[in-house]
């Protein structure tokens, strides 16, 4: 048996980020930038007022109230501006840019409009700049606006579109083909025979891929054949940027998974010492990562979380790939011999109101109980032969 650490490494080192590809903005949200953006506009593009009223030039404010004649209705968008000439006013509208000779804006509340008479009562005094957004406030050309390997979030694209930028620089989602393999796997809902189980893995690892960012391809449910094995690999290779089959790494007889990858793919076998999710392989098929998991369905759930899924966020470009660990409360006793694993034991829970989190177990902990995994809000981590009271201390990785 190895280490977690030591898998863990052993895989990322052997991923890379996916090559930059210019992006349309509206599919940007949630990738990862390849390249500064440095501004060139600014924004606001143009001086404009913060809010509806009237802009006046502020020394004709001094001793208000004071009486203005209005020029003219400048609307938001509006490009043919008044000057404005001591003594006068211009009503203008949030956004609108600001016009000449006027250097400052009252709100509207603090006016008294007559329209018939063109007139308006300002009843403050307010200074230069009073409600006027310079050019240039939030962003100014030449700025570096974000830098490279900035995880893109909807705020972020909407900088991108306040700037003009419509294609930014980014590594691609990797499109991730999930496969499940074995004889005994059918799908869908029709009358099990004898010896079936239905095929939960394949639905589940395509669920965690999309959850986690990335494109999930149905690469389908293959028998333990090693033909059927090696076309839909190969397949699977030509159209996605990694793989992830379940089944058929451990050490059955009709393990043919196994064979074939020995073959088409430079795989390592490993025995990890932690439970569960012991077997894995990982390898690349030409340039394509290749992750076996497990085939007990919580064991490949916990081996994507472990394995896959950081990797995946590196060929995605993320800086910060694992899950945080937090400290906890149990409010169940976690208990197991010294059998020289780590157990990730599947917990329900939540942070209470201090923040802090409070787990019990979510029930049935064998690798074939998936719905404990279902019921699971984080794994808590036991270092081999380490128990913790009921009440007691633990750390836990949050899966939610
Ligand atoms: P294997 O790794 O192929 O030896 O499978 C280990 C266990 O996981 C066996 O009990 C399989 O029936 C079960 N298993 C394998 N693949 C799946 C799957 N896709 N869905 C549900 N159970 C599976
Ligand atoms: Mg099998």
């Not at 694992?322 to 906890?328: D, E, F, G, I």
Request: net charge negative.
């Amino acid at each position: 048996m190895i280490e977690l650490e030591e898998a863990q490494d052993h895989v990322l080192e052997r991923v890379s980020p996916l090559p930059p590809v210019e992006v349309p903005l509206s599919e940007a949200s949630g990738l990862v930038l390849a390249a500064d953006v440095l501004a060139g506009e600014s924004v606001p593009p143009f001086a404009n007022t913060a809010m509806d009223g009237f802009a006046v030039v502020a020394a004709d404010t001094v001793g208000a109230p004071v009486e203005l004649e209005v020029i003219a209705t400048i609307a938001a968008g509006s490009s043919r501006l008044p000057v404005v000439g001591r003594g006068q006013a211009a009503r203008i509208m949030t956004g609108a840019p600001m016009p000449p000779g006027a250097d400052a804006v009252v709100m509207v509340e603090r006016t008294t409009y007559d329209p018939s008479a063109s007139r308006v009562e300002i009843e403050v005094e307010v200074p230069v700049g009073n409600s006027v957004r310079e050019a240039g406030e939030d962003v100014m050309p030449g700025d570096l606006v974000f830098a490279k390997g900035t995880l893109l979030r909807p705020g972020h694209v909407g900088v991108l579109a306040s700037i003009g930028v419509t294609t930014p620089l980014a590594h691609p989602r990797p499109r991730v083909g999930v496969v499940s393999t074995g004889d005994e796997l059918v799908d869908g809902g029709g009358p099990l025979r004898p010896g079936q189980i239905r095929d939960s893995n394949r639905l589940t690892l395509l669920g965690l891929v999309r959850d986690s960012g990335f494109e999930g391809v149905d690469l389908g449910l293959v028998p333990d054949s090693e033909q059927a094995i090696t076309e839909a690999f190969r397949a699977g290779a030509q159209s996605c940027d990694a793989i992830i089959s379940s089944g058929g790494v451990s050490m059955g007889a009709f393990d043919y998974v196994k064979v074939v990858l020995d073959r088409i793919a430079d795989m390592r076998w490993m025995q990890i010492a932690i439970k569960p999710a012991k077997p894995f392989a990982f390898g690349l098929m030409g340039s394509t990562p290749f992750f076996g998991l497990p085939g007990n369905p919580v064991s490949s759930m916990v081996s994507f979380e472990l394995f896959a899924r950081p990797a995946l966020r590196k060929m995605a470009g993320h800086s910060r790939l694992h899950r945080p660990m937090l400290p906890a409360t149990t409010t169940s006793l976690l208990a197991h011999g010294d059998d020289g694993k780590t157990h990730f034991v599947r917990m329900a829970g939540g942070p209470d109101d201090n923040g802090r989190w409070i787990v019990a177990s979510a029930g049935g902990q064998g690798s074939h109980q998936l719905t404990a995994m279902a019921r699971a809000d984080a794994l808590a981590v036991l270092p081999p032969g380490v128990s913790v009271e009921a009440g007691g201390e633990c750390r836990i990785i949050p899966l939610i």
